[in-house]
């Protein structure tokens, strides 16, 4: 029972392609046994604004906060404070916005939790997206080296400006994890569950029990759960499968 309070601890859902509040009660109603925390991504954030972090909230799960703050230091300072204010458990910001920005980032937060009492979430800084591979990388960002140099190099400058962990692949995890210190947290999206796959536009895909063996801290699971026919039978095989990584 331990086990399995702990492995759903590890399970973000991704609410995505939802058009209604209703439709996230529904899905919510599905799947609330099986995973322990809901990421709120861009889609949903424009569409309903704060009031669907309160929603979401009110079904007693933590959530993740997925607006990627990517700005001059001084805006996603501010950012930073007004996400601190919804009480969320996590958010993110771009490791590609340097170290001044990823350091405005955890002043922003400091600074809201300290004023108004409020806890400090963590911060977590995005390295590669598991949309890019290598290929992509190299002929269309023009970033050179392989994946894993990069991410390890921006890993270490997410460490140096004090935040929690990075966003990464769960392909990525196994050969940095050596190199930070063992609290350093891997949000790792593009996972796919043991029988459903995730989004044809992810490019690094892991399964739940990998992930978790390689290292994973949290794993961000989608359109594995959201799109299949019966998403409780999903969302229970990725938290078996999760077990599995724990055993």
Known sequence: MKNEQLARSKICLALDNLQETRDLERLLEEVLPVVGMLKI??????????????????FGLEIFLDLKFHDIPNTVKG???AATQLGVYLFNVHASGGLAMMKAAREGALAASQERGLR??????????????????NTEVRVPGTIDTQVLH????????????????????????????????YVTPGIQGPTTTAG???????????????????LVVGRAITAAPDRFAAGRAVLDDTLKGLE
């Open 41 to 58: 991504g861009k889609e949903l954030f424009t569409r309903f604004g704060v009031d669907i972090v309160k929603l979401a909230q009110g």
């Open 79 to 81: 950012a930073a404070y």
């Open 120 to 137: 400090m979430p963590k911060i977590v800084a995005v390295t590669v997206l598991t949309s890019i591979d290598q290929q992509i990388m």
């Open 154 to 185: 921006l890993a270490q400058l997410t460490h140096q400006a004090g935040l929690d962990g990075i966003v990464c692949s769960a392909a990525d995890v196994k050969a940095i994890r050596q190199e930070l210190p063992p609290d350093f947290l």
């Open 200 to 218: 044809s536009d992810q490019k690094r895909v892991y399964t739940p029990h990998a992930a978790i063996r390689d290292g994973a801290s949290i």
